[in-house]
């Protein structure tokens, strides 16, 4: 079955500090990995994603992500948080039968220290 | 540049009542999707809709019906509500079926059933 966690409920880290958020998937195949943010009472915008090719993708707003198959993850990173990251942050993997359903994770939400 | 329009954007409503929960893609957007995200949960898929037709189909309750009309806008009707029916309510839109084709979330409807 497929399925997305993310270990980390609650992430806090000072601003400038560096960040990296876990994210582990079930799939019986290459798959198709996202990561969105969503601000409060905003809809999930797209950070970046992953289909094929080279395993560390950027995104937006300064995040990457490195996609690695042996540990059946694709945890983001960004060098220097500001507080403005605060937010809560989801992966994803899309669905079988590439209909475009998306399986989310728990999501973590990050807390930014001034 | 435009985006997804959801209506209402917040809804209240009593146990056993109607609701009726519309979406406005992006224009020229084929493709629409339902996710239902509950008090601290991940986003989890209800159904979608391609040029009018049903595509997918997840964990939605028979008493949710939906669909998507001649001019691409999808309405979520939801029948005998129940407590367990309060979430965000996320309509997201695309240029095409697959996963491959980005994902435009709209800013959600929230409901609340009392």
């Known amino acids: 079955a497929q399925s997305v966690t993310q270990p980390d409920i609650h992430i806090t880290v000072s601003e400038g500090a560096s960040l990296e958020l876990r994210c582990n998937y079930s799939?019986?195949?290459?798959?198709?990995l996202f990561w969105y943010v969503q601000s409060p009472g905003q809809g999930l915008q797209l950070l970046l994603k992953y289909f094929s090719g080279d395993t560390l993708v950027q995104g937006i707003k300064g995040f990457e992500a490195e996609f690695k198959r042996s540990q059946s993850s694709f945890n983001l990173r960004k060098p220097s948080v500001h507080w403005s990251d605060a937010a809560e942050y989801f992966c994803?993997?899309?669905?079988?039968?590439?209909?475009?359903?998306?399986?989310f994770g728990q999501g973590t939400t990050l807390q930014v220290k001034p | 540049a435009a985006g997804v329009i959801q209506s209402p954007r917040h809804l209240i409503k009593e146990k056993r009542e109607t609701a009726t929960l519309k979406c406005y893609p992006i224009?020229?957007?084929?493709?629409v999707y339902w996710y239902q995200q509950g008090p601290g949960q991940d986003p989890q898929f209800l159904i979608s809709?391609?040029?009018?037709?049903?595509?997918d189909k997840g964990s939605i309750p028979d008493r949710f019906s939906a669909q998507q009309f001649s001019d691409y806008h999808s309405e979520l009707n939801m029948s005998s509500l129940e407590l367990g029916d309060s979430a965000l309510y996320f309509c997201a839109s695309s240029l095409g079926r697959g996963v491959s084709y980005e994902q435009y979330f709209g800013p959600g409807t929230r409901l609340t059933v009392t």
């Open positions: 994803a993997v899309g669905a079988y039968g590439n209909t475009g359903k998306l399986i």
């Open positions: 809709f391609y040029e009018k037709m049903q595509s």
């Open positions: 224009p020229r957007h084929d493709t």
């Open positions: 799939y019986g195949a290459t798959p198709y």
